[in-house]
């Protein structure tokens, strides 16, 4: 079986003010790095829009009212200093949620064996009732009830590598048992949350703060003690990764010093545990990662071994 990459163009229509970090142009070096003959093999499928009802298994329906409401006809309106709107936002959104959706369909219907979703914006600071961090809607966790739900899985992981802590997916999936929400990130650094001993209505969040300056070394070891052994105890029969790029050495918003190679080392040990659990089936979207090389590069990285784990 093959692995999919899920994209679409209106993922370019989901327009930031001029200077904004999360803009237009990472999905462009995505895509570009992606053209390279090596990943030719990857099943490239167009991100269905989601049905606005998919948002409600992790948020109010009037809080998805209000940010429908909140797309200008024209510009660019601020939902607060980060996160910010534009008349393309709407139908992003819906594409994000509707390709890990889609995704999620494809690797439980054994039509691929695993999917990395190249869609904005990003997903894992939007809360159950508040946008933030770039983030309107929880894809991650979306899709994590959606396997639960829809297609009647017991156990679900999202597994979360980007250097800001997914402040949203674990409040999505805070009460959530059948779920195991791993995530490392850096403290301090906004958005503030993601301590040790933020551990979930059931045991079923796990933070692996790391100090600024961590490089490879300190986050396989993070992962290695705690984060990896804890996902093999819970053998989930899904893994979800919120794939941001934002820990690499050098990205301008964190001060973490991830390579290339450490993005390999962590999808392979998904992909590991995934083989050992949940029949290799791993569903990946992206997050963040903001120096435009270093996303295209890191990306580039994880899609091939999920490429190469995939057949
Ligand atoms: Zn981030």
Redesign the pocket.
């Known amino acids: 079986m093959t692995t999919a990459l899920y994209s679409h163009a209106d993922s370019y229509a989901h327009v930031t003010p001029p200077g904004h970090p999360e803009r237009v142009e990472r999905l462009e070096a995505i895509a570009a790095a992606l053209s390279d003959d090596r990943f030719s093999a990857l099943d490239r499928r167009e991100a269905p829009m989601a049905d606005p009802a998919e948002l409600l298994r992790c948020h109010p329906e009037g809080y998805v009212a209000r940010i429908k409401a909140a797309i200008p006809a024209e510009g660019s309106r601020a939902l607060d200093a980060d996160t910010h709107v534009s008349p393309g936002s709407w139908t992003a959104a819906l594409r994000a949620v509707g390709a890990i959706s889609a995704a999620v369909d494809a690797v439980l219907d054994d039509e691929i064996a695993n999917a990395f979703c190249a869609t904005r914006p990003p997903g894992h600071h939007a809360e159950a009732e508040k946008s933030m961090g770039f983030c309107l809607f929880g894809n991650a966790a979306i899709a994590a009830k959606r396997a639960l739900d829809q297609h009647g899985l017991s156990r679900v992981a999202v597994v979360d590598f980007?250097?800001?802590h997914g402040n949203g997916t674990q409040d999505l999936l805070w009460d959530e048992a059948r779920t195991l929400f791993v995530g490392s990130h850096q403290i301090p650094l906004w958005p503030g949350t993601g301590d040790r001993d933020e551990t979930g209505a059931h045991g079923n969040v796990m933070n692996l703060p790391l100090s600024p300056g961590t490089g490879g070394p300190g986050f396989r070891k993070a992962w290695e003690t705690h984060g990896l052994p804890a996902l093999d105890t819970f053998s989930p029969e899904l893994i979800v990764i919120s794939a941001?790029f934002?820990a690499h050495e050098d990205d301008p918003?964190?001060q973490l010093a991830l390579q290339e190679k450490d993005f390999v080392w962590i999808t392979e040990a998904l992909c590991d545990l995934a083989d050992a659990h949940a029949k290799g089936r791993v569903i990946s979207t992206l997050?963040?990662g903001y120096d435009l090389n270093a996303l295209a590069a890191s990306a580039a990285a994880h899609v091939e071994v999920l490429m190469k784990r995939g057949r």
């Open positions: 980007d250097v800001h941001g934002d918003l964190a997050e963040g």
